[in-house]
């Protein structure tokens, strides 16, 4: 008796789990060349097995940092303004990961 291995898209092995980082792919097979009839035994061995498969690493997106201490005045009297700011590197982005949204300044 001969083990029939299912192909997955001409691949031994079916898709990854996971679309990025660690995952596990799987592949199975069927006793049928010829299939046990009148008491005969099955084929020797694993109908199905999986391995370890990883796709790269995943995206991994950015978020703010803290605030920096405010500015000085933008002027030493009358109306002016003080600027606080902030960077987008707790972490930065990796891996195709999104920027950080809204702004990098108040005033």
Not at 10 to 26: D, F, L, N, Q
Not at 46 to 68: K, L, T
Request: charged letters at 25%.
């Amino acid at each position: 008796k001969q083990w029939n291995q299912r192909r997955v898209r001409g691949s031994p092995y079916g898709e990854c789990s996971a679309s990025c980082g660690e995952g596990v792919e799987s592949r199975s097979r069927t006793c049928t060349i010829p299939a046990p009839e009148f008491g005969g035994e099955d084929c020797a061995g694993e109908a199905s097995e999986a391995r370890g498969c990883n796709n790269g690493p995943c995206p991994f997106d950015g978020n703010w940092g803290d605030f920096s201490a405010w500015s000085d005045c933008s002027v030493s009297c009358g109306g002016g303004f003080l600027v606080w700011s902030r960077k987008g590197d707790n972490p930065e982005p990796k891996d195709g990961g999104e920027s950080c949204r809204g702004s990098m300044e108040e005033t």
